[in-house]
Structures are given as C-alpha cells and as structure tokens.
C-alpha cells in the first residue's frame, strides 16, 4: 500500500515531467501544471495536518449571517451554558474573524 508521501512523490514526478514539456513549448500543459500544484498543495495540508479519510470529516459551509458585513467567533464554553461566561477561541492571542463562506472542518 503507497503511503501520502508516494502518492505525493509521484505528483512531483509528474509535475517535473509537465514542467520540461512547458519547456519544449507544449502550452497545452498549462493548465494539466496547475492543477497538479492544486493537488500537490491539498495533498501537503492533508499530510502536515495528519488527516485521515475524507469520510471522517464533515465540512461546515458558514451562511450568511443577513445582519450586514458580520463575524463569526468561535467560543469557548467554559463548561457553562451561560455565554457571560464564554471566552473566544484566540491563536496567537487574536481573533479569528471567520465570515460568510468560511468552511469549518470538523471530525466526524
């Protein structure tokens, strides 16, 4: 069974591979290039971040909030139903300002 790092290692070969023929003037590879930097780059997140199978996720598309140009904060509880005791969720001590469109991905 390939590992992600094989799967990724083949995609680079075949990116060297559509690169020379860019070389060679075949610019019909173009857009063959860019999507495979799109996988590679998927790939990459998938591999740093340690995922597992696409069906052990669920992704979470945020709606319009319809109250003008507004946020969405993530919140930590605090083990409280109470949201005056509720702390927002800040890596590297700053909001994390997510809007209309974001995706969360969540395990499933």
């Known amino acids: ?14 990116r ?22 799109k996988a590679l780059g998927w790939l990459k ?13 669920k992704i979470h598309r ?10 969405y904060h993530l919140m930590i509880d605090n083990e409280s139903g109470d949201p005056k005791d509720w702390t927002e969720y800040k890596p590297d001590n700053q909001s994390l300002e997510l809007c209309f469109d974001d995706i969360i991905i969540t395990r499933k």
């Open 62 to 71: 945020l709606p319009d909030p319809r109250s003008g140009f507004s946020y």
């Open 16 to 37: 060297t591979k559509t690169v020379d023929a860019l070389k060679q003037g075949e610019q019909d590879k173009l857009s063959h290039l860019q999507q495979l930097d």
């Open 45 to 57: 997140v998938v591999e740093d971040n340690e995922l597992a199978t696409v069906g052990s996720y």
């Open 1 to 14: 069974m390939e590992s992600m790092k094989d799967i990724i290692e083949l995609l680079q070969n075949e």
